[in-house]
């Protein structure tokens, strides 16, 4: 019986090693942090910081020492949700792909806005303090990891789930505080575009089910992280899902409907046929 468990767990390890690996990275990353001190601390997030400041010196390592540096509250609060997430994904899609779309949002979104960022200092519209603010964590990657699920879904489900989330991402663009906020919707758009290129997901099970609850919430929490983000998030994900399920399902319904009309009029047509013989 112990050896058995010990085997079943061994091979979910397995499946999941991506997730495995990066988790207990990130585990250790912060560990260390906390143990360092403040002031230490703060230097080490300032240096992996994906800033204008750093990325203008061609700090291009940046891109990927960033997403093991977490600043982001108790490692508690985020890394089960964290771990549920990519672990899914993991499951879905396997472990290349998931790499493929964290580094996608993780950079993708990054760059891009590193390039608005840079425009709005340049036209007047920002100053010049944001060239300097911190930038580090794993929430871009997370945000495309995310979005890369709705290639997954069940077709049945699928237009209600993309729908929410692209309502999701534009509410949280519109009333976000920050250029984080517009980086986690960009990669989330990011992560659904790479996905259609991954073929299809390996399927659904019970426990794959179980893993998309925490994985979703932990998602809505990172995306929409204030008050009005949540309450507007919400609202426009509810309206967008109803409308995406309604417009989606209506040529389906039209074409069931043309369907049984026309097997009628075969029905008819091979009766009336029968009579004159």
């Known amino acids: 019986m ?3 468990m010990v085997s079943t767990v061994l091979r979910a390890l397995a499946r999941t090693r991506v997730t495995v690996v990066y988790a207990v990275m990130l585990a250790a990353m912060t560990t260390a942090l906390l143990a360092l001190g403040p002031a230490i601390q703060n230097r080490i ?12 010196r061609g700090h291009v390592g940046t891109l990927l ?8 509250g108790p490692i508690y609060v985020w890394l089960p949700g964290l771990v549920c997430l990519l672990a899914l994904a993991e499951l879905l899609w396997c472990s290349l792909r998931l790499v493929v779309a964290f580094a996608t949002g993780h950079i993708g979104a990054t760059l891009l806005v590193a390039a608005g960022l840079t425009a709005a200092v340049e036209l007047g519209y920002l100053s010049t303090d944001v ?30 789930w993309t729908g929410w989330w692209v309502a999701v991402a534009v509410a949280v663009m519109i009333v976000g505080r920050d250029f984080t906020d517009i980086g986690h919707s960009v990669a989330l758009l990011l992560g659904m575009a790479t996905a259609t290129r991954f073929g299809h997901a390996t399927g ?3 426990v794959r089910y179980l ?45 069931v409907s043309t369907e049984w009309h ?6 008819v047509t091979s009766l009336s046929s029968g009579d004159h013989l």
């Open 211 to 255: 893993l998309l609850v925490p994985a979703s919430s932990f998602g809505f929490l990172m995306l929409a992280d204030s008050t009005v983000a949540l309450v507007a998030g919400a609202g426009l994900g509810v309206l967008a899902a109803l409308l995406a399920e309604t417009v989606m399902r209506r040529p389906i319904r039209r074409t």
């Open 65 to 72: 020492v960033s997403a093991f540096v977490v600043d982001a």
């Open 262 to 267: 026309a097997s009628a009029r075969r029905r």
């Open 131 to 160: 060239t300097r603010a911190t930038d580090v964590g794993m929430s871009y990657g997370a945000s495309a990891v995310l979005g890369s699920l709705s290639a997954a879904i069940p077709r049945r489900w699928r237009p209600a």
């Open 2 to 4: 112990v050896g058995e």
């Open 204 to 206: 659904w099970t019970p």
């Open 45 to 56: 997030i300032s240096h992996a910081s994906t800033n204008l400041h750093n990325l203008s």
